[in-house]
């Protein structure tokens, strides 16, 4: 019993990373713009976010937890709305491929949060720990009610966060008129524009609203997953997790409450080379392994495909720049 719960809980703390990216992408693609930048956007948020705690905490005799927090969450977000900024300058005001401008921007970040490593931090970047930072973000609710208890209250305050922010997406989208008008945007833009929607706003504003979320998962990735630790290898880590991020969106069908359910599951299928050999006793291949979360979302997008309902269907202009004289 105790394995299946450290299996799960560590199922849940490394699904909360995808959490994150996957609710940022997904208010993205809403307003549809395809941003294969997430890698890059969840790097400079954990790196700038990390840097930002770090020299709170270096040059404050005695931080406050309440204040290291607001930098850290503040400095993460901000850096990822910077990424999506750049994101829709590129794409939808010069109208630049938005395929290409996402890749560029994963190579940007990534080299941006290496850079930040090394020349912005003590100790040249090699290897630096957040020791109060990683306190006041991993900090546990302390209520003990045997391993039952430890599924729910076993992790640091983000992981409620991540659903909370959840949930606040899939009923701003479903629920409100200015969520409505933004999936309009991702479904036509044309229609909508022809119907008084500001199309460039909503772009600008769902991209740079999901990227600062995105960061966010970088950010719980370094001061709570990975115990306030920092590396110069840890860009890396962060961009093969925020893979998992844009499959995850796929795999939700483009719905924000699925998310929660969905990154837990990617996070049993990612720790089952771990687990599983324990509980059964049947050894398995690690590669194949990790492959599983891949595997289930191609499934997925096959099952889906066949089907052919509207709502698991990606917005109908995703991935496309809008030119207003064609309309």
């Given at each position: 019993m105790a394995?299946?719960?450290?299996?799960?809980?560590?199922?849940?703390?490394?699904?909360?990373?995808?959490?994150?990216?996957?609710?940022?992408?997904?208010?993205?693609?809403?307003?549809?713009?395809?941003?294969?930048?997430?890698?890059?956007?969840?790097?400079?948020?954990?790196?700038?976010?990390?840097?930002?705690?770090?020299?709170y905490e270096t040059h404050v005799d005695?931080?406050?937890?309440?204040?290291?927090?607001?930098?850290?969450?503040?400095?993460?977000?901000?850096?990822?709305?910077?990424?999506?900024?750049?994101?829709?300058?590129?794409?939808?005001?010069?109208?630049?491929?938005?395929?290409?401008?996402?890749?560029?921007?994963?190579?940007?970040?990534?080299?941006?949060?290496?850079?930040?490593?090394?020349?912005?931090?003590?100790?040249?970047?090699?290897?630096?720990?957040?020791?109060?930072?990683?306190?006041?973000?991993?900090?546990?609710?302390?209520?003990?009610?045997?391993?039952?208890?430890?599924?729910?209250?076993?992790?640091?305050?983000m992981v409620y966060l991540a659903i909370i922010i959840a949930i606040i997406a899939t009923w701003f989208l479903n629920r409100t008129r200015t969520g409505l008008n933004l999936r309009a945007v991702g479904e036509n833009p044309g229609t909508a524009d022809a119907a008084g929607i500001n199309v460039t706003k909503y772009k600008y504003l769902a991209t740079c609203i999901g990227s600062g979320i995105t960061a966010l998962g970088g950010l719980y990735y370094v001061?709570?997953?990975?115990?306030?630790?920092?590396?110069?290898?840890?860009?890396?880590?962060?961009?093969?997790?925020?893979w998992l991020s844009v499959a995850l969106v796929i795999f939700i069908r483009w719905k924000p409450i699925n998310a929660i359910w969905g990154a837990y599951l990617f996070g049993i299928c990612y720790w089952a080379y771990n687990y599983f050999p324990k509980i059964t006793g049947i050894k398995v291949n690690t590669d194949l392994t990790m492959m599983l979360p891949y595997v289930v979302t191609i499934i997925v997008l096959i099952v889906t495909s066949i089907k052919q309902k509207k709502d698991n269907q990606a917005p109908a202009s995703l991935g496309l720049s809008y030119f207003r004289e064609d309309r």
């Open positions: 394995m299946i719960v450290g299996w799960v809980v560590m199922s849940v703390c490394f699904g909360t990373v995808i959490l994150f990216g996957a609710v940022g992408e997904t208010i993205t693609e809403k307003a549809g713009n395809l941003n294969l930048g997430t890698p890059g956007i969840m790097c400079m948020g954990g790196a700038f976010g990390f840097a930002a705690t770090c020299i005695k931080p406050n937890a309440f204040v290291c927090i607001l930098i850290g969450l503040t400095s993460a977000f901000i850096m990822g709305m910077v990424g999506g900024l750049i994101f829709s300058f590129l794409t939808t005001t010069l109208r630049v491929n938005q395929n290409v401008v996402g890749l560029t921007l994963t190579i940007f970040g990534v080299g941006l949060s290496k850079f930040v490593a090394q020349y912005a931090l003590p100790k040249g970047g090699v290897v630096t720990k957040v020791d109060f930072a990683n306190k006041v973000f991993s900090k546990r609710i302390p209520i003990h009610l045997g391993p039952i208890g430890d599924l729910f209250f076993s992790y640091g305050f001061l709570d997953f990975n115990d306030g630790t920092w590396a110069t290898a840890d860009g890396n880590a962060i961009e093969a997790v925020a």
